[in-house]
């Protein structure tokens, strides 16, 4: 697959969202591909997210913005004139929907309505890549991974936002973009991803890391719910073969795919707390009390059939590599070594199986 990897040398790709977790991830790997890579978001959350320990503002033509704001998207795709977008920026955290349902819908609705609406009035745009999530599925608990034709919907915020969000892209898609010439577009749906640098709150990796870290127990909310854990670059080299397949044929490759684990690696929230603390070498689990937390779904998983077929993609590291290498990279960053170097030693090993 890495023949997928150098068309996108010398190439401008805008990256909405580069302050995010996947976002960093996503910018760091293209400029280590040779990409011209422009970033678009709000300010980081923490001072350790991986965007800041990258020192990626420096290496990468970054704007602080809301993609909210129509008039700063629209300005800063007009300026920098990409061949490449990536759609990342949201508002990612089922929890906080609860608490900012207005915002979340705000920010993945209508941001996505913008992003869309920038890039049908910025000829240079040859794809465009939407990331929503695989909680776009109405969630029926059932046993089997949801396909891309199934029905979309959701009980929370957060996750009708997706579902939304796919509708709007489903009809900038066929009014638009169906027609434009050269032009590929899709949207991609995936799994609970983790690696190194999320410091995000209410996510099981980070309050696992903080909890280690302070020699704390882990503390579980909900021990027993089934996810499809895998790391993030998974997901993100689906993201790029997609993109250069886009590229090169836009109208064959158009529409959404899923990207997720194989079916035999669906784990239980404490499988990967388990997990964490054995790479970690210390530390114990502790149940939480159940209380008034807001519904999460028990059990939820993809069918990722069609990026095996069409794209050729498949994941590269199992569950137990998976949680190694997360773990390994907050030991190493937390020894004081350089985040920078180990988030490229990780992308060159991936890369390289």
């Known amino acids: 697959m890495r023949e997928h990897y150098e068309i996108f040398r010398d190439k401008k790709v805008l990256i909405t969202g580069d302050t995010g977790f996947k976002g960093s991830w996503l910018a760091y790997w293209l400029y280590n591909l040779g990409a011209e890579v422009y970033g678009f978001a709000l300010q980081p959350e923490h001072e350790f997210d991986h965007f800041n320990v990258l020192g ?13 704001n129509f008039t700063q998207i629209k300005e800063f795709m007009e300026k920098t004139r990409p061949e490449f977008v990536f759609h990342l920026a949201a508002q990612p955290l089922v929890r906080k929907s609860y608490n900012e349902p207005k915002t979340t819908f705000d920010t993945n609705v209508g941001g996505s309505v913008n992003i869309l609406e920038a890039v049908r009035i910025t000829p240079s745009v040859k794809v465009v890549i939407m990331i929503t999530s695989d909680k776009c599925y109405k969630n029926k608990e059932w046993c089997w991974g949801y396909r891309e034709n199934d029905e979309l919907g959701g009980k929370d915020p957060y996750s009708a936002s997706k579902a939304a969000a796919e509708l709007v892209f489903s009809a900038y898609y066929d009014s638009f973009f169906n ?3 050269e032009f590929g577009a899709a949207t991609v749906r995936a799994g609970n991803v983790i690696g190194g640098g999320d410091w995000s709150s209410d996510r099981i990796v980070p309050d696992c890391i903080r909890a280690l870290l302070n020699n704390k127990p882990v503390r579980l909310r909900n021990p027993d719910a089934t996810r499809p854990w895998q790391h993030v670059m998974e997901p993100l080299s689906g993201y790029l073969i ?5 590229y090169a044929n836009p109208k064959y490759y158009g529409g959404s795919y899923n990207f997720g684990p194989d079916s035999g690696e669906m784990h239980t929230v404490r499988d990967l707390a388990r997990k964490l603390v054995g790479f970690w070498g210390k530390g114990s689990i502790t149940i939480a009390k159940k209380g008034n937390d807001p519904i999460e779904a028990g059990l939820l998983h993809l069918n990722c ?5 069409y794209l050729g993609w498949h994941p590269k590291w199992d569950f137990e590599k998976t949680v190694e290498q997360t773990v390994k990279w907050y030991k190493t960053v937390h020894e004081g070594k350089s985040a920078r170097s180990i988030t490229q030693q990780q992308i060159i090993e991936y890369m390289e199986i």
């Open 305 to 309: 059939d069609k990026a095996h077929h």
């Open 242 to 246: 997609l993109a250069s397949r886009l």
């Open 179 to 181: 027609t434009r010439p």
């Open 56 to 68: 990626l503002k420096k290496i990468i033509h970054h704007k602080f913005g809301d993609v909210r």
